[in-house]
Each structure stands twice: as structure tokens, then as C-alpha cells.
Nanobody, 127 residues
Framework: QVHLVESGGGSVQAGGSLRLSCAAS????????LGWFRQAPGKEREGVAY????????YYADAVKGRFTISQDNAKFTLYLQMNSLEPEDTAMYYC????????????????????WGQGTQVTVSS
């Protein structure tokens, strides 16, 4: 069983930045794809970004493209999400996710593509 633990959330004013981290509990785990999701109160969970561990290519939801950057540190088994130019609409609980299947059911920005999830970290952006 793989446990993921997020950190780095907090409160920031609009235009500010935060960096989220996600650490895996098992250093022998080899995921195929890693993702960040978010869920705002009253809304469905949505994919924010994901990265292919094989190619290193990253993909982003349109809402965060150009502002967020997903990256991984394989040596530290850690996933990051650098969030710049934050907007109040970015306020949500952020979750990291991982899966070792070599394909994404649906697409890699959908929840069904991931079997392992963290507990979430809250990001609040005030105007």
C-alpha cells in the first residue's frame, strides 16, 4: 500500500505563490503517472496537472496553464506543484495522486486514472 502525504498549503493573497509537495511513503514504488487535483466546496474534484514519469512530460488544465508547474524529484520520491499568480478561484483542497498502470482510464486528468491518493492540503486565496 502506498501512502501519499501533501504539504505546503496555506492562505495567500491573490497574486501570490505557494508550492505544494507530495511525498510517497514507499521508496520502491514506481508510478507511471502522478497528478494534482483540487476540490472546492460544492464542486466536483477536478484535475489540475499530471506528469508522466516515463517521458517527464507535463499536462495542465486550461484554468492553470501558464501559472502552475508540476514537477517530480525521483531521488526524493516527491511530487511538487508550484502555483504562481494565484486567484481566489484557486481556493480548494488540493490532492496528489499516483498510479502505476501504464495507461489512464479515461484520461490522465480524471480521478479514475489514479488509485492512490493523499489526504489533501488546503489552499485559500483571498482577494
Amino acid at each position: 500500500q502506498v501512502h501519499l502525504v501533501e504539504s505546503g498549503g496555506g492562505s495567500v493573497q491573490a497574486g501570490g505563490s505557494l508550492r505544494l509537495s507530495c511525498a510517497a511513503s514507499v521508496n520502491t514504488y514506481k508510478p507511471d503517472h502522478l497528478g494534482w487535483f483540487r476540490q472546492a466546496p460544492g464542486k466536483e474534484r477536478e484535475g489540475v496537472a499530471y506528469i508522466s514519469t516515463r517521458s517527464g512530460r507535463a499536462y495542465y488544465a486550461d484554468a492553470v496553464k501558464g501559472r502552475f508547474t508540476i514537477s517530480q524529484d525521483n531521488a526524493k520520491f516527491t511530487l511538487y506543484l508550484q502555483m504562481n499568480s494565484l486567484e481566489p478561484e484557486d481556493t480548494a483542497m488540493y490532492y496528489c495522486a499516483a498510479d502505476d498502470r501504464t495507461y489512464c482510464p479515461g484520461n490522465c486528468l480524471s480521478s479514475q486514472a489514479y488509485r492512490y491518493w493523499g489526504q489533501g492540503t488546503q489552499v485559500t486565496v483571498s482577494s
